[in-house]
């Protein structure tokens, strides 16, 4: 009896603690620092739940692709891509931090195709219509609400036409939205979803520009 109260007493101050995150996550968005996100994210257990692999189940890049990607962090979805396109691709991949920047720096450095720079989401590096897709894992809930459809809409500049546009979440993450919420996200900046995959506390959206009203009058498209 002790060992079940015991147990059921560490459940709970454990769902306590993730309930507290994710309150003041909602509450205050914000990156998660890269050494919590090496403890609580980037470790065996954590990955043989939740692969990192998560956004590739859904869509992955063909070889030679140039892929950028949103919040690197420690770069284990960095390394994905990185082998995905293959030394024929690119994947440029930004972080606002710079202890991340210099993680995903360390881990990916093995790929010359592969570069990682210090960037906001808000305001991306790349030139209009450069990039085949856009990756971003775990990371537009720690932007703040009312700057979310800035970061699409930036996505949507960089992207070639017919990009995809692919954004993951799991848990456990403060910042975790809804598969919902991301719909109804990409769905205000001009993106059709293409592809939805789903899991255990994890989804993944693949989505496609579409044409604003000035393209489809410039390829002749009726309305």
Not at 45 to 64: H, I, K, S, V
Not at 149 to 173: I, Q, W
Request: charged share 20%.
């Amino acid at each position: 009896m002790a060992v079940w109260l015991g147990v059921v007493g560490a459940a709970a101050a454990l769902g306590a603690i993730f309930a507290g995150l994710r309150w003041d996550g909602r509450r205050r968005p914000r990156p998660m620092a890269p050494g919590l996100e090496t403890v609580f994210l980037d470790n065996p257990l954590r990955r043989a739940l939740f692969a990192p692999a998560l956004a590739t189940r859904a869509w992955t890049p063909p070889p030679g692709s140039w892929v950028g990607e949103l919040g690197s962090g420690t770069g284990m979805v960095t390394a994905v891509l990185a082998r995905a396109v293959g030394p024929a691709g690119r994947v440029w991949a930004v972080d606002r931090q710079v202890a991340a920047v210099a993680r995903t720096r360390r881990r990916v450095g093995r790929w010359p195709w592969c570069a990682v720079a210090l960037a906001d989401a808000r305001h991306l590096p790349w030139p209009d219509g450069e990039l085949d897709a856009v990756v971003s894992v775990a990371m537009l809930g720690e932007v703040s609400a009312g700057e979310r459809g800035t970061v699409l809409a930036e996505c949507r500049r960089v992207l070639k036409p017919g990009g995809r546009l692919v954004l993951g979440e799991y848990g456990p993450d403060p910042h975790f939205l809804r598969a919902a919420e991301l719909e109804a996200l990409v769905a205000r900046a001009g993106f059709q979803v293409e592809l939805r995959h789903r899991g255990f506390w994890q989804h993944v959206l693949v989505a496609i520009a579409c044409p604003s009203a000035q393209e489809k009058g410039a390829r002749g498209i009726k309305q």
